[in-house]
């Protein structure tokens, strides 16, 4: 079991932190660092965080009984056995102490974050080809999965929390990985699951309306994407690392963050113009430049293809087009299902209205004389408003749309296919089958040779989430995964 001493894992914590911990338990061996009161174990730190859904502080006792020997919150303490350190911010301190128990490892690692509403997880598998082309061991954590060397984990949130993340990174490092790429969501900044990282090279790609359910407006969710262009700097200065800054400068809010950054000390590397866009060379094959060919399709694929080049050439990072030709697909991604039918299917997880938009509008001028068939839904328990406007692009931009249903959780899902139909009042040219197997199955036995499909939301998912039977307000899981009924329906 991994220790280490409690005089290392507090270092850098603020005087008025340190002050309130008795010296004789210095040298203590710190067994674990956790905010889970269920993973305490003799001599752990327990920090108390005030959730969204329960208030860690109601389980210190239960954290003392285990054994913890320091307990750290924000509220005023109960008891005083183990020590009570009162703390400004308990997320913070609780990166700072994973940090510093895993050694740090950011600091003797290329580190990349990518940040935005959509683009995120193809542009870390671009920089993963490049690096690796580059003969860099690469480290990725996403929303697809978590991966390194030939290991591969699933990944039940796009960032992890803080120690999860610091013994991921400790891991990587230690299984000779040089190079970490990460997605870093906006969740995950505002709750500062990613303080304490110190990033060489940081990537905003867009952004629109997205987690609406948990950011009040999109100021805060601005705000929040912002962080990682700002609490990086001074970790990453401290790790003697300059950090570079790749901004997508068409996007407005890439255009509003360039500005606000002027006077850090970043280097500043806007992209994606329309102009470098619009020289581009697009085909339902791929994309070309100057420099690159690439097998990824559509404008907004170009605009990732451009991020993930101003990175690699801020870092001096060596075969970027080799790297770009490499990557062949990205699961989940516009991703094609080949048959013998010549009916162009494509799985993808666009599941926002913007990035549904975008899919669409790519399609639409690949399919030429033939139809695009979409079939798509909306996520339960989730932000409501962008139901409507997601039927209304579905409606405008399809030939024909089958409405069905996403991950429904506890929501009824006739009662999300409704709020999805008000924005499709004027057009007939859709239907209704909430059954998401059916719904695809009737895609493909509509579909003429030449037609193109495209069934979003869920992407490389293979699951869905519906509400449990047997206990209100839980879900389950069960197996669905769009790629195989889309084969399976194909093939039928």
Known sequence: MNTTPLSTVIVGLPTETLTQIPVELLETQVSSVTSDSREVQKNTLFVAIQGTQHDGHDHIDAAVKKGALLVFGEKSPSQSNPPYVHVANS?????????????????????????????????TYLLE?????AQYKTGVIGTVNIRYGKKIQPSDLTTPGPV??????????????????MEVSSHALKQDRTARIAYDAVIFTNLSPEHQDF??????????????????????????????????????YGERLLHSLESHKLILIPF???????QLKYSASGISGENFQSHLIGRFNASNILGAIAVAQGLQIGKISE????LKQVPGRLEPVPNSKGIHVWVDYAHKPEALKMVLETLQTFKQKNRLITVFGCGGDRDRKKRPLMGKYAVELSDFAIITSDNPR???PK???????????????YSVEPDRKKAIYSAIKMARTGDHILIAGKGHEDYQMIADPHAQGKTIKIHLSDKEIAKEALHS
């Open 129 to 133: 080809s490049i690096l690796n082309t």
């Open 410 to 412: 506890t929501e009824d």
């Open 91 to 123: 997320r913070l301190t609780l990166a700072h102490l994973a940090a510093n128990f895993y050694g740090n490892p950011s600091h003797s690692m290329l580190v990349i974050g990518v940040t935005g509403t959509s683009g995120k997880t193809t542009t």
């Open 272 to 278: 994606g113009s329309h102009t470098t866009l619009d």
């Open 164 to 181: 999860e993340i610091q013994k991921l990174l400790s891991t990587m490092k230690a299984e000779g990985c040089t190079a970490v790429v």
């Open 323 to 326: 790297g770009i030709s490499a």
């Open 415 to 429: 009662q999300i296919i409704d709020e999805i139909l008000e924005g499709t009042k004027g057009f007939r040219n």
């Open 215 to 252: 950011h009040p407006d999109m100021e805060d969710y601005f705000l929040s994407k912002q962080k990682l262009f700002t609490q990086s700097v001074k970790e990453s200065t401290d790790a003697g690392k300059t950090v570079i800054a790749a901004i997508n400068e068409v996007d407005p």
